[in-house]
């Protein structure tokens, strides 16, 4: 690939929008379940019939959460590798600065300016919620707690969106560096070494980070700070809040990490044949 995924912004973000439009039932069903919206719900005890309830009406905020992953990942992802490039151009040879920092800076302005849309569209997943749009749950959310109210959780939402991605794209990275080389016009052999490294930065870039979305999650719902939100949760439930929604977590993130990385992987090779 002579210009490389960092050429191409236009198959990041086709790739971003696929999976966004597979990972918003996922995304909700997940939700859902770590904010403990779940016991009032009649979704079922496993995570596929989770999935199916999620699939039904009524979808809100489908259209602004869509909007926002879409984004929000092709501009972490294309970020990333614009960011290693332009590093490696400039003479940086250390893979924890080249790999590390793009994720690290692009993956935290993306939480800045998603959060008000991230909390609005978690709160109005609530069944109880009287509100039925995006747009409603922030005005809302504005006139109980004015501005701060609409980046409340944003800490939360920093240590845990960060990592994830950060780990996702190192992970990508090393795999891109260390697995066999597929022969040239293999598309099978190509497809498959892409979907080793999708689904490996998927999975690593998901498993530890679920502790941080039960944590933002609780401060969306109760407007607690941090600490009170921790405190709130370890008295409640002890450390076992850390595995609250693991299963639905994995997937929900997992899922369109791997499908975003593959689809760009294949979009790339169809436009640079």
């Not at 749009?133 to 960060?162: C, D, N, Q």
Request: glycine residues 8%; aromatic residues 8%.
């Amino acid at each position: 690939m002579a210009g490389g995924k960092s050429s191409h912004p236009e198959c990041h973000f086709a790739a971003s929008g696929v999976a966004a439009i597979i990972n918003f039932p996922l995304w909700r069903a997940a939700a859902i379940g770590q904010s403990g919206f779940d016991t009032t719900t009649n979704m079922g005890s496993n995570f596929f019939q989770r999935y199916l309830e999620a699939l039904k009406p009524p979808y809100k905020g489908v259209a602004a959460t869509i909007i926002g992953m879409t984004w929000a990942r092709a501009f972490i992802f294309y970020g990333s590798d614009r960011g290693k490039r332009k590093l490696e151009e400039l003479g940086y040879s250390s893979r924890v600065v080249t790999v590390a920092v793009p994720p690290l800076v692009f993956s935290t302005v993306v939480q800045l300016i998603n959060m008000p849309i991230i909390r609005a569209s978690i709160t109005i997943q609530n069944p109880d919620s009287k509100f039925s749009s995006v747009r409603e749950s922030l005005a809302a959310i504005y006139r109980k707690g004015g501005v701060g109210a609409l980046w409340h959780g944003t800490s939360a939402g920093v240590m845990k969106t960060v990592p994830k991605y950060c780990v996702a794209v190192s992970v990508k990275d090393y795999m891109e560096r260390n697995l066999a080389p597929a022969d040239h016009g293999d598309r099978w052999g190509t497809l498959w070494r892409s979907a080793q490294k999708s689904v490996a930065a998927g999975v690593a870039g998901a498993a530890l980070t679920n502790p941080l979305d039960v944590l933002r999650n609780e401060m969306f719902k109760t407007d607690l700070g941090v600490r009170d939100a921790l405190a709130k949760l370890r008295r409640e439930e002890g450390s076992g809040f850390a595995v609250r929604g693991m299963s639905k977590n994995l997937v929900a993130v997992a899922i369109p990490i791997t499908v975003t990385i593959f689809v760009t992987d294949v979009l790339v090779r169809a436009v640079e044949e």
